[in-house]
């Protein structure tokens, strides 16, 4: 089973600053014949389901806000949030669909520092 | 507008045997792969099955392997997941979740609102 391991597991961020979460698959994502990532961000807030926020590494999910970007290629990737804002406190976890089992972080929790 | 709702869970007892369903609305169902996720309670997301989108192939982690089934009605625009053996472990959030195309490959672009299935005696 491919791993994924995030870090850090919680993270305390002021407004509008920025926040920084990563990632690491314990065996690579790249698929080499369409050159993509099977890698997603989702978040979730407390009392809700997940919501995708970022697939294929670095592609953002319609009506997700332009703060919100993804990177990283193989087996290292991070989820940016550029200028915090109160509603992006949540649960972010990453999951790769590379490979069934299809496998997700432990989770990072964002907090309001 | 994609709508998932789940429905079929509560307190069931150790070794029984809970179908889960899950109603779809606002897209064309049979164009899509479907999923189980979990989340058993403070903890993280477990991906538990899926099923390709003509109910030809399934996918399930090893941990449910021969206790539980997913299988589909495409007419009725319904997902299922029926349980068996269930045991303390199993005690979570089963959320449904659409695959954003018809393989199995894909994230997952809409989940439902999730259903608590507890085992306890």
């Known amino acids: 089973d491919i791993v994924m391991t995030q870090s850090p597991d919680s993270l305390a961020v002021s407004l509008g600053e920025r926040a920084t979460i990563n990632c690491k698959s314990s065996?690579?994502?790249?698929?080499?014949?369409?050159?993509?990532?099977?890698l997603a961000w989702y978040q979730q807030k407390p009392g809700q389901p997940p919501k995708l926020l970022i697939y294929?590494?670095?592609s953002r999910e319609s009506g997700v806000p332009d703060r919100f970007s993804g990177s990283g290629s193989g087996t290292d990737f991070t989820l940016t949030i550029s200028s915090l804002q109160a509603e992006d406190v949540a649960v972010y976890y990453c999951?790769?669909?590379?490979?069934?089992?299809?496998?997700f972080g432990q989770g990072t929790k964002l907090e309001i520092k | 507008e994609v709508h998932l709702v789940e429905s079929g869970g509560g307190l069931v007892q150790p070794g029984g045997s809970p179908r889960l369903s899950c109603a779809a609305s606002?897209?064309?169902?049979?164009?899509?792969?479907m999923s189980w996720v979990r989340q058993a309670p403070g903890k993280g997301l477990e991906w538990v099955a899926t099923?390709?989108?003509?109910?030809?192939?399934?996918y399930y982690v090893d941990s449910v392997k021969g206790r539980f089934t997913i299988f589909r009605d495409n007419a009725k625009k319904s997902l299922y997941l029926q349980m068996s053996s269930v045991r303390a472990d199993d005690t979570a959030v089963y959320y449904c979740?659409?695959?954003?195309?018809?393989?199995?490959?894909?994230?997952?672009?809409?989940w439902g609102q999730g259903i608590l299935v507890t085992v306890s005696s």
């Open positions: 999951q790769q669909y590379y490979a069934n089992p299809q496998t």
């Open positions: 979740a659409r695959a954003s195309t018809d393989t199995a490959y894909r994230p997952l672009d809409y």
């Open positions: 099923i390709m989108q003509d109910g030809s192939e399934t």
């Open positions: 294929w590494a670095s």
């Open positions: 606002g897209f064309t169902f049979s164009d899509h792969c």
């Open positions: 065996q690579s994502v790249l698929y080499n014949s369409n050159k993509k990532n099977y």
